[in-house]
Every structure is written in C-alpha cells, then in structure tokens.
C-alpha cells in the first residue's frame, strides 16, 4: 500500500488512504476534498483499505457540530489561524514496535503546509525518534494544553495520532458498540 505522489514514504494504512483520497482530489487541487462531503472521503478511504486487505474502519471525530453529507472543508474559508499537533509513536525496541508512524506524521505534516498553508511554527510534533520531543504522557498533555491555550475561534485545529489504539469497555451503556 503506498501513497500517491507527492505525499511522501509510505506510512499506516489509515493515513495513506486518506491522503490518497485528498491528494486524488477530483478537480485535481490536493487542497482539500471539497467537492465530496465527508461521508464520501469516509466511504473512499475504507475503498482504498479493502482493496488492499486492510480491515480498519475510518471513522471521523469533530469539536463542532457538521453535516457530514456537506462538502468537507478543512480548513476555515474566514481564515485564522491553522495549528496542529502531530504524534508519532513508533515504539522503538519495545515489544509491538511499529515502522511506519512517523512516515505518516511527516506525511501529513507535508500535506498541511505544502497544500493548505499551516505554518511550522504552528505546528507541535511528537515523535520517538531522537530528533523531536518524546511523545510521553506529559508532552502530549502539554501539546493539548498548548493548542487549546492558543486557538481562538476562527482556527483550524488538526490533530493526528499514528501509533498503536485500544479499546475500552463500554462503562455506562451510552455506546452502540459496548
């Protein structure tokens, strides 16, 4: 499974099939996907993964409320400005160490400030690779803590988590999935 030109090394199968959808934007602007709505971005890239064998369900997560049947935009058309976290944890020489979350954190760094204008100095990366900050519980806590303190309303705020998930029991029954 490998990225489009030019979005970069291969990474997890979730982030590339997302930035395989946006980089194959119809009207050819890897902008945004604004000519599909988010349902269609959702339904493209869970195409993407089981054309290529991978079971991962996309899901989307929003701080306000959308119409997921509109054009998904990315970013506010008003402006403000564009912040992001980006965690990448790869788990070197632990047990479960994974290979390809920090390609998925530099790809989509990419992909923020080549197409849609997010500046570095905006931009907080976490990675356990040596070269930028550990992302240990303290420092991600203090990267949200950092771009909630900073955003006002008019922002884009992009949050990317690539590394390993769980779950967890339902414990007050107000999930579908338990």
């Known amino acids: 499974f490998e990225l489009p030109n030019p979005a970069g090394r291969r990474g997890g199968a979730c982030t590339a099939a997302l930035l395989g959808v946006l980089y194959n934007d119809k009207d050819g602007d890897p902008q ?14 869970r195409e993407n993964l089981a054309a290529e064998g991978f079971s991962q369900v996309p899901q989307l997560s929003s701080s306000r409320i959308i119409d997921v049947n509109d054009p998904m935009v990315i970013c506010n058309p008003q402006g403000g400005t564009k912040r992001a976290v980006l965690i990448g944890i790869n788990y070197v020489g632990q047990n479960g160490e994974l290979s390809g979350c920090h390609n998925d954190v530099l790809n989509i760094s990419k992909y923020l400030t080549r197409c849609l204008g997010f500046e570095q100095q905006n931009m907080m ?51 579908e999935d338990g």
Request: glycine residues 10%; proline residues 3%; aromatic residues 10%.
């Open 32 to 45: 945004d996907a604004s000519d599909q709505s988010w349902v269609d971005v959702l339904r493209a890239m």
């Open 125 to 175: 990366t976490l990675m356990d690779d040596g070269q930028h900050e550990d992302p240990t519980y303290r420092n991600i806590t203090s990267a949200f803590q950092w771009i909630v303190r900073s955003s006002q309303p008019g922002d884009t705020v992009w949050i990317h988590y690539s590394g390993h998930g769980g779950r967890l029991e339902d414990q007050d029954g107000d999930e």
